[in-house]
């Protein structure tokens, strides 16, 4: 049991170091890349890739959920986990080309794409580098060091060319290529390193079709999931401008980051979720699953209450003067912090390792309709604040129906949650750092002192309340530092 708690600390720490180069990289590349290609040119970008996400489910066809259960329950059987690799990678590719063939004609026969067809061919190679990378692998195998690193390495390599290459407005293309380098190219690794997890050679007897009900399922949510995340930049795109879309981005870029943090143990947890389900330990799944949940409420309401209150001071660091009307829609999306935190115990680490897709589904459906009727009637009126507010109602929504699906389950996850605790630590957090919002000081100064104020009152008072989540976070660094410490005066 120790070496699993081990594992599980090693990778939960490799998530994240990986989110934070998640977290570091836009905030690098963001403010430099809004102020240069403007609300217009970020906006290009984003609604491409909007649009390009919708092509990657079809071609994904909800293998990278689906693989990592999958591939956990036979990773003890070379010959299995070979196969059953296998299987998905040719679905896969048969998919990929049904993708690329339905952008071709999308791009022929929709005139907004024609205009900008050379940026959605560029964005578009995130589909094939999806295909061949087989990312559900490895976090089937919890490979989470090689992830890690790979992911850093070439972020790096974006950064450099990002300040090389990206110098004025019409570099959009360019940025848009670079983004491609950091997020996707790795993926030309994962399919050579795989052989070290794999036989590359035929094994033989496939059976795509036991896979195909499951997969279905899996490419429902994912579908279902993208509508509600991105047709709220996609009706953007059509009803307004590349403008609005801009300004929408830059209130969704933080927001986006932070949700990364809060969702980093579920991220972790999700395949060995599976492995406790398959082999029957269900005391051990009930166990993450009460520490997760309560991870996700204590990270995210601290988070979405410091963004609201300091949302002009984060836009105008990430993006600049020229995106003053991406406060108030960040202000009123920050909320889907926690719902999204929550949302993804309940549907990804309790439903989806239990075999209840289904319900995520019809969760996600849902939301995605509720979007939808919300869209339609207020981007015409409010345009990105519109967006922000459907997509907040979508997300409770979608955590309202898991809910009520796992009433009876879910109570004792909730009562372990510390509300008191955590509504003692957030006021005093709060009353540490609002003064800091009369201070008219830069923006960076500003979130720098009311950053350090807030989350360090927080965390404090959460200690001396004795949080036990908190404390044995705190006693895990402890602990780290005294054997570092130890093994330099040896």
Not at 262 to 281: D, N
Request: glycine share 6%; proline share 3%; net charge positive.
């Amino acid at each position: 049991m120790k070496s699993k708690n081990a594992s599980i600390k090693k990778n939960f720490i490799m998530e994240i170091f990986l989110t934070m180069s998640n977290f570091i990289f836009p905030l690098i590349t963001f403010p430099y890349a809004s102020r240069i290609l403007k609300p217009e040119g970020t906006g290009k970008i984003q609604f491409a890739t909007a649009t390009i996400s919708y092509f990657l489910i079809i071609a994904q066809l909800g293998i990278p959920k689906y693989g990592i259960r999958a591939c956990a329950k036979v990773r003890d059987n070379y010959e299995e986990l070979t196969r059953t690799t296998h299987e998905l990678f040719f679905i896969n590719l048969i998919m990929t080309a049904v993708a690329y063939a339905g952008l071709a004609v999308s791009i022929v026969f929709i005139p907004k794409y024609q205009n900008e067809k050379l940026l959605l061919i560029i964005i578009s190679c995130t589909i094939f580098f999806h295909t061949i990378g087989m990312e559900w692998l490895y976090k089937a195998l919890e490979k989470y060091t090689y992830i890690t690193i790979r992911s850093v390495i070439f972020k790096l390599i974006a950064l450099v060319a990002m300040f090389l290459l990206v110098h004025k407005k019409e570099d959009y293309l360019i940025y848009g290529a670079i983004t491609i380098l950091a997020s996707s190219f790795s993926c030309v690794f994962n399919f050579f390193h795989a052989r070290k997890y794999i036989g590359i050679k035929l094994v033989g007897n496939y059976n795509l079709h036991k896979h195909i009900k499951a997969v279905a399922v899996f490419f429902a949510m994912a579908c279902a999931t993208t509508v509600y995340t991105h047709l709220d930049t996609l009706m953007l795109g059509f009803m307004k401008s590349d403008t609005e879309v801009g300004y929408y981005n830059a209130a969704v870029k933080i927001k986006t980051i932070m949700v990364s943090i809060v969702i980093s143990l579920g991220t972790v947890l999700l395949p060995r979720a599976s492995y406790y389900i398959q082999t029957g330990k269900m005391k051990e799944f009930q166990s993450i699953t009460k520490k997760s949940m309560n991870f996700a409420v204590l990270l995210a309401t601290p988070l979405m209450l410091y963004f609201m209150l300091f949302a002009k001071s984060g836009i105008l660091f990430l993006s600049g003067s020229e995106y003053t009307n991406s406060i108030v829609p960040m202000q009123l999306i920050m909320p889907t912090l926690l719902l999204i935190g929550m949302s993804n115990v309940t549907g990804i680490q309790i439903l989806v390792p239990t075999g209840r897709e289904k319900i995520v589904l019809y969760s996600e459906i849902a939301g995605a309709v509720v979007d939808l009727g919300l869209n339609a009637v207020l981007i015409p009126r409010y345009a990105s604040s519109g967006a922000a507010i459907g997509t907040v109602v979508a997300e409770v929504v979608v955590l309202a129906v898991q809910t009520i699906a796992l009433r009876r389950e879910i109570a004792p996850v909730f009562l372990k949650i510390p509300f008191v605790k955590m509504l003692i630590a957030l006021s005093g957090g709060t009353v540490a750092a609002i003064w800091v919002l009369w201070m008219n000081w830069h923006s960076f100064i500003t979130l720098a002192v009311s950053g350090c104020l807030f989350f360090a009152v927080y965390g404090a008072l959460l200690l001396l309340l004795k949080e036990p989540l908190v404390c044995d976070i705190m006693q895990q660094v402890l602990k780290s530092l005294k054997r570092k410490l130890g093994k330099r005066h040896v």
